[in-house]
């Protein structure tokens, strides 16, 4: 190996008031190592100059530009910028019929949708319009290349949003695909603070109808943060009270079933997203295979299968073909049932309606696959990259996820990574630390330091099989998409690195931690900034199921001109804290 990797984690020292000029000392000239892509598919890029995306060419974009493209190295120059205003709120909605008193995105659930075209800048304009609450906005999976500022992450990348101020975030998309945005001030967004992020690019199969976003979420009637206060001290996870798709559902109370209308004979894109808080989902239509084009923002070799299971965080786009009997069929839901994720009151009953045009508005009758939907929480195995990498084969760095609760801290959930659970310091985040100086990190802000420019890092996050109970996480990594070497449930890594999936193994953005076991992923050091990696569980993050990399870190600042502002941001949440918070947020809450 030519290089190692350096981490610091744990250490003591406290903050230095006293002035720095000095960078974190982990500075190497490292020099750039090759670790090209194989090109393992790049005899299937067409010829991309003339040739024009379209329902029979989807394969190409535009200006050479195609789904063979690399779009960890190359990306369209930006063409225009869309730009969106989004006033956040509270408001009373009734998703499945029953009242609740929502955080929403412009008085709508889900929020309005981002459309964007790959390479395209979006810029956003957030306006706090709560009156007690932090706000901000990630946007999950968006890489941020050079903007680490415009992550959204409170008390890492930024400080929270004060009540009655606004924020303007600017990125690019490099990458195209499905996705959505989400606040990361606390459990916000389990109380609808999110929406869809549609970036059109190429696919790697061939469509008609581009059918937009479908997220799914468990819900809670309940307000979350009341929820997140009581789950922080309880034995199990909460009860789930219904699921939502599209946005809505039926209950006790009334509510509908989503209803989506195909066009006979034509083939439809939908962007299948898991928006959720404690449930895997399990989907299916009635009558009509799934041909899987992408996963997270990664396109793949297409493959067709009766049913996905979706993580939270995950995206799959699928196309489905009308060409069944004019008719309506049921799409079916599944949670992961219970035990490995958390109970859904209402997992029996939901489903969505897929309606053909033509075909009279009655209740779906067609049951042939009724019976058919898996259970559990795992991730899918089929997904082979459509551009190919090669991952050298190396040896990974341990992490080790563990859980502490105990009586003597009125039943406190720790989710610890390495003996500490992540609390973030919301009124003094992380990038401006390092911006002031600050070189030693508080043993609860999980810092991990990824000092090298352009290499791979390789990590496992091992279950401590003594402390953890042996429930999956779905793990993400901001500011990057990482490949997954290996994912075994109810095991110990045991150093054998022969058994890493190192040729073409699965890229994305979320990948589950199975139950009692590892996972092991890796990711090129290629962008600087402050990025973490957590469980996308809310009720986990904000008991502290997180990390943060501070990668090369002394080119933060040079190549990221974004953190403009952040000192203002912060100076408006400190006022706002010390009025209405004085003694902080929810005690034991990671801010996350
Ligand atoms: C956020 O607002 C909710 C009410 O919508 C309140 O219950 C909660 O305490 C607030 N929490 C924080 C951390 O600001
Ligand atoms: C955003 O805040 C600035 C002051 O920080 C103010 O001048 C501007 O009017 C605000 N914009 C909106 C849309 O509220
Ligand atoms: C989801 O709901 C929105 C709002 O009702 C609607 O505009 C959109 O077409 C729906 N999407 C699908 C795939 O049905
Ligand atoms: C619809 O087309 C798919 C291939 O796209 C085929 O496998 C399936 O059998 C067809 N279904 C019907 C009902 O014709
Ligand atoms: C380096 C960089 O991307 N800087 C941009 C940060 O954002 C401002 C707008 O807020 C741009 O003007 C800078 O170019
Ligand atoms: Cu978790």
Same mark, same amino acid.
């Given at each position: 190996?030519?290089?190692?990797?350096?981490?610091?984690?744990g250490v003591?020292?406290l903050l230095?008031?006293?002035?720095?000029s000095a960078?974190?000392?982990f500075?190497?000239?490292?020099?750039?190592?090759?670790?090209?892509?194989?090109?393992?598919?790049?005899?299937?890029?067409?010829?991309?100059?003339s040739?024009?995306?379209g329902?029979?060419t989807?394969?190409?974009?535009?200006?050479?530009?195609?789904?063979?493209?690399?779009?960890?190295e190359?990306?369209?120059s930006?063409?225009?910028?869309?730009?969106?205003?989004?006033?956040?709120?509270?408001?009373?909605?009734?998703?499945?019929?029953?009242?609740?008193?929502?955080?929403?995105?412009?008085?709508?659930y889900?929020?309005?949708?981002?459309?964007?075209?790959?390479?395209?800048?979006i810029?956003?304009?957030?306006?706090n319009?709560?009156?007690?609450?932090?706000?901000g906005?990630?946007?999950?999976?968006?890489?941020?290349?050079?903007?680490?500022?415009?992550?959204?992450?409170d008390g890492?990348?930024?400080?929270?949003?004060?009540?009655?101020?606004?924020r303007?975030?600017i990125?690019?998309?490099?990458?195209?695909?499905?996705s959505?945005?989400?606040?990361?001030?606390?459990v916000?967004?389990?109380?609808?603070?999110?929406?869809?992020?549609?970036i059109?690019?190429p696919?790697?199969?061939?469509?008609?109808?581009?059918?937009?976003?479908?997220?799914?979420?468990?819900?809670?009637?309940?307000?979350?943060?009341?929820?997140?206060?009581?789950?922080?001290?309880?034995?199990?996870?909460?009860?789930?009270?219904?699921?939502?798709v599209?946005?809505?559902?039926t209950?006790?109370?009334?509510?509908?079933?989503?209803?989506?209308t195909?066009?006979?004979g034509?083939?439809?894109?939908?962007?299948?997203? +898991?928006?959720?808080? %404690?449930? #895997?989902?399990h &989907?299916s239509?009635? /009558?009509?295979?799934f041909?899987v084009i992408? $996963?997270?923002?990664?396109?793949?070799?297409?493959?067709?299968?009766?049913?996905?299971?979706?993580?939270?965080?995950?995206?799959y786009?699928?196309?489905?073909?009308?060409? +069944?009997t004019?008719? %309506?069929? #049921?799409?079916? &839901?599944g949670?992961g /049932?219970?035990?490995?994720?958390?109970?859904? $009151?209402?997992?029996?009953?939901i489903?969505?309606?897929?309606?053909?045009?033509?075909?009279?508005?009655?209740?779906?009758?067609?049951?042939?696959?009724?019976?058919?939907l898996?259970?559990g929480?795992?991730?899918?195995?089929?997904?082979?990259?459509?551009?190919?990498?090669?991952?050298?084969?190396?040896?990974?760095?341990?992490?080790?996820?563990?859980?502490?609760?105990?009586?003597?801290?009125g039943?406190?959930?720790?989710?610890?990574?390495?003996?500490?659970?992540?609390?973030?310091?919301?009124?003094?985040?992380?990038?401006?630390?390092?911006?002031?100086?600050?070189?030693?990190f508080?043993e609860?802000?999980?810092?991990?330091?990824?000092?090298?420019?352009?290499?791979?890092?390789?990590?496992?996050?091992?279950?401590?099989?003594?402390?953890?109970?042996p429930?999956?996480?779905?793990?993400?990594?901001?500011?990057?998409?990482?490949?997954?070497?290996?994912?075994?449930a109810?095991?110990?890594?045991?150093?054998d690195?022969?058994r890493?999936?190192?040729?073409?193994p699965?890229?994305?953005?979320?990948?589950?931690?199975?139950?009692?076991?590892?996972?092991?992923?890796?990711?090129?050091?290629?962008?600087?900034?402050?990025?973490?990696?957590?469980?996308?569980i809310?009720?986990?993050?904000?008991?502290?199921?997180?990390?943060?990399?501070?990668?090369?870190?002394?080119?933060?600042?040079?190549?990221?001109?974004?953190f403009?502002?952040?000192?203002?941001?912060?100076?408006s949440w400190g006022?706002?804290m010390?009025?209405?918070?004085?003694?902080?947020?929810?005690p034991?809450?990671?801010?996350?």
């Amino acid at each position: 190996m030519l290089y190692t990797v350096v981490k610091t984690v744990g250490v003591t020292a406290l903050l230095c008031t006293s002035v720095h000029s000095a960078v974190l000392p982990f500075s190497h000239a490292t020099p750039e190592v090759p670790w090209k892509r194989n090109g393992l598919f790049s005899g299937q890029e067409k010829r991309t100059d003339s040739c024009v995306n379209g329902p029979h060419t989807r394969n190409c974009w535009k200006n050479g530009f195609s789904v063979a493209t690399d779009m960890d190295e190359k990306w369209p120059s930006a063409l225009k910028t869309v730009k969106y205003d989004f006033d956040i709120t509270t408001m009373t909605l009734s998703p499945d019929g029953v009242a609740k008193e929502m955080i929403v995105v412009n008085g709508q659930y889900p929020g309005p949708t981002i459309v964007a075209d790959w390479g395209d800048i979006i810029e956003v304009n957030v306006k706090n319009g709560l009156a007690l609450n932090g706000t901000g906005v990630h946007w999950h999976g968006l890489r941020q290349l050079g903007t680490n500022g415009m992550d959204g992450v409170d008390g890492v990348t930024e400080c929270p949003i004060a009540p009655g101020e606004n924020r303007t975030y600017i990125f690019q998309a490099t990458q195209y695909g499905s996705s959505w945005y989400h606040s990361h001030y606390s459990v916000q967004y389990g109380d609808g603070m999110s929406g869809g992020i549609i970036i059109n690019g190429p696919a790697t199969a061939n469509y008609d109808i581009d059918l937009g976003i479908y997220p799914f979420t468990d819900w809670f009637h309940g307000p979350v943060f009341t929820l997140n206060a009581a789950v922080l001290h309880a034995k199990g996870p909460p009860t789930a009270d219904n699921l939502l798709v599209n946005g809505s559902m039926t209950s006790l109370s009334g509510g509908t079933y989503a209803t989506t209308t195909l066009t006979p004979g034509k083939r439809h894109l939908l962007r299948l997203v +898991n928006t959720g808080i %404690n449930n #895997w989902v399990h &989907v299916s239509l009635d /009558g009509h295979p799934f041909k899987v084009i992408a $996963a997270d923002f990664i396109p793949i070799v297409p493959f067709t299968t009766n049913s996905l299971a979706i993580a939270v965080g995950q995206r799959y786009d699928v196309i489905i073909d009308a060409n +069944n009997t004019i008719e %309506n069929y #049921w799409l079916r &839901v599944g949670t992961g /049932g219970g035990k490995c994720d958390g109970p859904n $009151a209402n997992a029996e009953n939901i489903r969505a309606v897929f309606h053909y045009d033509s075909a009279p508005p009655t209740t779906p009758t067609y049951t042939a696959s009724a019976a058919t939907l898996p259970t559990g929480c795992y991730d899918e195995t089929k997904i082979v990259p459509f551009v190919g990498t090669q991952v050298p084969q190396e040896l990974p760095e341990e992490m080790t996820l563990s859980f502490f609760q105990s009586e003597a801290t009125g039943n406190l959930v720790r989710w610890q990574v390495d003996g500490h659970a992540m609390m973030v310091d919301l009124e003094n985040p992380t990038v401006q630390q390092i911006q002031r100086g600050v070189t030693t990190f508080k043993e609860e802000e999980n810092v991990f330091v990824v000092g090298e420019k352009h290499q791979w890092q390789y990590w496992v996050i091992q279950q401590d099989s003594l402390t953890a109970p042996p429930i999956p996480h779905p793990i993400h990594l901001h500011g990057h998409d990482f490949y997954v070497l290996d994912q075994v449930a109810n095991a110990k890594w045991a150093g054998d690195i022969s058994r890493l999936s190192t040729n073409n193994p699965i890229r994305r953005d979320t990948a589950t931690l199975p139950g009692g076991g590892y996972l092991v992923l890796a990711f090129e050091s290629d962008n600087p900034g402050v990025w973490v990696m957590h469980c996308h569980i809310p009720f986990h993050l904000s008991a502290g199921l997180s990390v943060q990399f501070i990668e090369r870190a002394d080119e933060i600042f040079e190549h990221n001109g974004n953190f403009t502002g952040i000192g203002d941001t912060c100076h408006s949440w400190g006022s706002f804290m010390r009025q209405y918070y004085p003694n902080g947020i929810t005690p034991g809450d990671s801010g996350l």
